[in-house]
């Protein structure tokens, strides 16, 4: 047991004793450091103004070491054993980073409160030796908010930051700097009224979940977070999955992909983007860059969103959950995990502990449209998702799944019977689109109204018809 979480701040070794666990390190920042250069501009993960950089010695080989993060949503206790840097780390020896002085020269900094924002996601990048392409740097800032939209100078520095002479870096700090980076210990800080817990292992995980079934799981705390910060939430005990080693693992198996629960979108994007490019496309929409590097597959599942992006896709291509309590684990149908709204076929202590995914039909096409009012760093108002499989011109396997359509992401099984076994073509496609009308009954709210999701449903549908992605869709097939 301990009560210390220790890490490196800004080169500097700190420890913290008994810390609130459900405290932000933007506030701990902000208030016992008075490292004021890292700014609250929204609380929930949405305009990058409290951009970190954390770099885990742990941190899966194929991902880049530094991960942008947003402060605001970060607990503190998560941070044991990592590097953080903030924007006071950047210069040295009163030299500005590459990325600053980029930023002075190219005029891309207009005020104080977005810019230290603007330059941490840079100068993850830059560490990561990230390319500076308009697409990848589109992506790279697309969770850093400028409201006076200065983007133009922004992206012209980011484009030439390498071009000026290097400071030295801050290095990433390695379990073995420091006695104090604990990292092979289950932790419990029970110093406060809350207790925190770390477990080290899935067997650790299971006891512990199993031991304490009102605990909230804590994964990327993308959701948790704003639990937190927005919604002012106590949250009395916590099981951090951070350092549960495996459960971000990633693994080909002979039939499909095996994606451990905590694998973050960041870590899931390139293999699922290979298997499945659409799905690929839909990931880097998830969010920003510092959403995909905390959010995790399974914490977008095991939250039970009607709105969540995972689901849909997932759904169309038959994924199945593994659940897991103390040591028993049983495997379902994801369609099967949502029951109704707010929901879900959990059991008391139980959690996900892996996401199947199958490999690839052969001649089997996918596509998964996500429909938001903002391209990018925007929740979906319906995300539809198709898999198809064709025996010459009929239809021989649909699935069709949507979120945004109901109180939970569901197949269109009316849609699909449509389809099933006819001919793919238009009259038939146009049946199916009449049918959603009988899968679903949508609501109205902010993101859409119930006329627009379902015509909007019926028009993607129409969209993966005509989608030139087709490989094998002739055109007098596609117009017959
Ligand atoms: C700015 C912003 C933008 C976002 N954009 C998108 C978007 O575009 N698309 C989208 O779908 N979502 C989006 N989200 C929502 C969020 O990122 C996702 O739902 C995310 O995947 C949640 O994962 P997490 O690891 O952060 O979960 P957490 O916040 O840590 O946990 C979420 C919930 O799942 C539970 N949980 C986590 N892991 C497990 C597990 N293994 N077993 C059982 N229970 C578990 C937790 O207890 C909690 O109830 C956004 C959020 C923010 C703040
Ligand atoms: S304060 Fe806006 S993302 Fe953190
Ligand atoms: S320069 Fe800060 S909001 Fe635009």
């Not at 459900?22 to 951009?51: F, M, V």
């Not at 009012?373 to 009929?394: E, M, N, V």
Request: with cysteine; proline share 5%.
């Amino acid at each position: 047991m301990r009560d210390t979480v220790s890490f490196t701040l800004n080169g500097e070794m700190v420890s913290v004793q008994n810390p609130d666990p459900t405290l932000t390190l933007l506030n701990w920042l902000r208030q016992t450091r008075s490292l004021t250069g890292t700014k609250e501009g929204c609380a929930e993960g949405d305009c990058g103004a409290c951009t970190v950089v954390i770099g885990s010695p742990d941190a899966p080989e194929d991902l880049p070491p530094w991960r942008a993060v947003n402060a605001c949503i970060a607990f503190l206790p998560t941070l044991d054993g990592k590097t953080v840097i903030t924007v006071e780390g950047l210069a040295q020896n009163g030299k500005l980073h590459p990325v600053q002085q980029a930023l002075i020269e190219h005029h891309g900094s207009q005020c104080g409160f977005c810019t230290p924002g603007f330059v941490m996601s840079l100068y993850a990048h830059y560490r990561n030796e990230g390319v500076v392409d308009d697409e990848t740097l589109n992506d790279v800032l697309a969770g850093n908010l400028c409201r006076c939209t200065g983007y133009a100078p922004i992206i012209r520095a980011a484009r030439a930051m390498y071009d000026y002479p290097k400071v030295e870096d801050i290095l990433l700090a390695s379990a073995t700097d420091s006695e104090m980076l604990c990292l092979t210990m289950t932790d419990t800080l029970s110093g406060t009224e809350k207790q925190y817990f770390a477990p080290h292992n899935m067997s650790e995980l299971a006891i512990i979940y199993a031991k304490h079934p009102d605990a909230v799981i804590l994964a990327g705390s993308t959701d948790v977070g704003l639990w937190v910060t927005k919604q002012k939430k106590v949250l009395k005990v916590l099981i951090d999955i951070g350092r549960v080693e495996g459960f971000a693992n990633i693994e080909k198996t002979e039939n499909g992909l095996m994606i451990g629960a905590g694998a973050s979108y960041a870590a899931a994007h390139e293999t699922l983007e290979e298997m499945y490019p659409s799905l690929g496309e839909l990931i880097r929409r998830i969010g920003s860059t510092q959403i995909r590097n905390a959010g995790t597959m399974g914490g977008n599942i095991a939250n039970g969103s009607p709105i969540g992006d995972m689901p849909p896709p997932l759904i169309a291509l038959g994924a199945e959950l593994i659940l897991r309590r103390g040591d028993n684990t049983r495997r379902i149908a994801l369609e099967s995990f949502f029951l109704e709204y707010g929901k879900q076929d959990i059991a008391s202590g139980e959690f996900v502990e892996t996401i199947f995914v199958p490999n690839p039909v052969p001649a089997g096409r996918f596509a998964v449209y996500k429909v938001s009012k903002r391209f990018d760093q925007d929740i979906s108002a319906l995300c539809g998702a198709f898999s198809l499989q064709l025996d010459g011109h009929k239809v021989a396997a649909i699935r069709i799944a949507f979120g945004g359509m109901a109180g939970i992401p569901a197949r269109a099984k009316n849609a699909e019977a449509a389809l099933l076994g006819q001919d793919w073509n238009e009259t038939n496609l146009r049946k199916a689109m009449m049918a959603l009308g009988d899968d679903f009954t949508p609501l109205s709210d902010m993101r859409a109204s119930a006329e627009y999701r379902l015509q909007c449903a019926q028009n993607l549908l129409l969209k993966f018809w005509l989608s030139d992605d087709a490989p094998y869709l002739a055109k007098e097939v596609r117009h017959g």
